[in-house]
């Protein structure tokens, strides 16, 4: 259970995997030997074994939320991974990033993209997960690795890591025009297109139809 209460328009249900449903079908095989591919706007991309990161970054666990931005929390969520800002330490001295990067796309198996704030992605809370409640990430929560930022909805925590592009521009990935640049959960920043009160009344009707959709993709 979460200890503080939830976000504005928010309801508290199980976690469950749920996203857009065309892709709802893919399940990726997590890889013996993941590796993460650093790009972008860089001076030396590269791809990194994932468990080269683990032996050099330090392991962090946290209890936090993931709030879907349909209206939904799944609260209490124990993860247990690397924190972002560490890892992006090991990239940057890696990769060398632009200056002028102020942008991060993550990328998972399953084509899945999305893109925060280089900022946002820097915050204490913001980790690379590999475990969720003291097991092994399973295919349905985003094996092998999963990005966690539970200060931002939930289209932008990426299941299926595999990727990482440091940008200097904005790029609305795969939720598009219904993503928000930044995706705040404090601040209700729902989409980029009518105020978020607005977007929680809409969720809340469409919610049912959109699940509906999103489960006869997974049976299809």
Same mark, same amino acid.
């Given at each position: ?10 309801? $508290? ?29 860089? #001076? ?7 468990? $080269? ?24 969520? #124990? ?79 990426? #299941? ?15 939720? #598009? ?10 601040? $209700? ?32």
């Amino acid at each position: 259970m979460s200890s503080s209460p939830l976000p504005p328009g928010q309801s $508290e249900e199980p976690m469950r995997r749920f996203g857009l449903p065309q892709f709802a079908r893919i399940r990726p095989v997590a890889p013996e030997r993941p590796v993460l591919v650093v790009g972008g706007t860089v #001076r030396r991309p590269a791809q990194i074994d994932v468990a $080269e990161l683990f032996s050099s970054a330090r392991r962090v666990e946290q209890v936090s939320d993931l709030h879907c931005v349909t209206t939904w929390s799944a609260t209490g969520l #124990r993860w247990s991974g690397l924190r972002f800002g560490e890892v992006h330490e090991l990239l940057a001295e890696r990769v060398r990033p632009h200056p002028s990067c102020t942008w991060v796309v993550f990328t998972g198996l399953d084509g899945f993209r999305s893109c925060m704030a280089l900022s946002d992605a820097l915050a204490d809370d913001v980790q690379l997960a590999d475990r969720l409640g003291g097991e092994p990430l399973t295919a349905d929560h985003g094996a092998p690795l999963r990005l966690v930022a539970p200060g931002h909805y939930g289209y932008k925590s990426v #299941r299926h890591l595999c990727a990482v592009e440091y940008r200097t521009r904005y790029d609305p990935g795969s939720a #598009r025009w219904a993503a928000h640049r930044r995706g705040r959960v404090a601040r $209700e920043e729902r989409s980029a297109l009518l105020p978020g009160w607005v977007w929680r009344r809409i969720w809340r009707r469409a919610v049912p139809r959109v699940r509906a959709a999103y489960d006869r993709a997974v049976e299809g």
